[in-house]
């Protein structure tokens, strides 16, 4: 991320398109104090998970000092005088604990991109985990028809980067729905998908880490120790796989297309060739 604070970034959208920031008169001039209960928790909120006790601390804080700085919200599309948040979650979640009856709001213009700007506050403060960015990008990517490379640009992320955390995604189902309150990291999520090709000791290393607590970096020594173990392959321990494919593809061969059989037909004439020639020379 680029050294930009949130504050900064807030600015790039509450001063419209074209525009390269706002004074803090036309900032004050946009900033509401908006009732608790007029506003309503984003269900594509990049954060899936809020520590109740971080949750506590902040709302003393609000209790005895207020609210700071404002939170983001934009209109509601279909209830009147009603909001959604764009970014401060936390913060409207501690104002109602603090028992606060309105909070300061800056209302976003309607053309402003929400979800990367709730990313950007979060990815600003580190305080959004591994997955939960993971879920983030691949939601921007997806809604605005992104691909990595223009999603990274949007984000302050490289290429390299958006690849590397939205393979977190690419674990299983199980492990993914508890990444968030086992409160795992990307290392975490590297070590276990070391072992994509071997899953039941994926989940063994899984549970390992639950239950015993293993940090991030003991995990990833977890699993470079059982692979370190496996026994090297030959050159032709892949030929039973090939096998299988040769078998598969006799089932349906009736069922391909002629031009595809006959692509087929000169590649095995070759692997037959290659196949002739590694004989002679045993």
Not at 57 to 79: C, F, N, T
Not at 217 to 234: D, G, M
Request: some cysteine; aromatic content about 4%; proline content about 5%.
């Amino acid at each position: 991320m680029t050294g930009r604070g949130t504050e900064n970034v807030v600015g790039l959208f509450v001063s419209g398109p074209g525009s390269t920031g706002v004074t803090q008169e036309r900032r004050q001039s946009r900033i509401l104090e908006v009732p608790l209960n007029s506003i309503h928790p984003d269900p594509k909120q990049p954060r899936k998970y809020f520590d109740p006790e971080k949750i506590t601390e902040l709302a003393q804080s609000i209790a005895k000092y207020g609210v700071i700085q404002p939170i983001g919200v934009r209109k509601h599309q279909e209830i009147p005088l009603q909001y959604i948040i764009g970014f401060g979650e936390r913060r409207w979640r501690a104002a109602a604990e603090a028992g606060l009856e309105t909070i300061p709001c800056i209302v976003i213009l309607s053309n402003a991109d929400q979800r990367a700007i709730a990313l950007i506050e979060n990815l600003h403060r580190s305080n959004l985990k591994a997955f939960e960015t993971a879920m983030a990008i691949k939601e921007i990517m997806v809604g605005e028809g992104l691909s990595m490379e223009a999603a990274g640009n949007k984000l302050g992320f490289s290429k390299t980067r958006v690849h590397q955390l939205l393979n977190i995604l690419n674990l299983p189902e199980d492990m993914l729905n508890s990444f968030c309150k086992a409160d795992l990291n990307e290392n975490h999520a590297r070590a276990l998908l070391m072992l994509k090709k071997v899953p039941n000791t994926q989940q063994v290393l899984f549970q390992e880490i639950l239950l015993e607590g293993l940090t991030g970096k003991q995990a990833l020594a977890w699993a470079e120790n059982y692979l370190k173990e496996l026994p090297t392959k030959s050159p032709a321990s892949d030929i039973g796989s090939s096998i299988k494919k040769l078998s598969k593809l006799q089932k349906n061969w009736s069922k391909l297309p002629v031009q595809e059989r006959e692509e087929c037909v000169k590649e095995l004439m070759d692997l037959r060739a290659q196949i002739d020639i590694l004989i002679a020379n045993s």
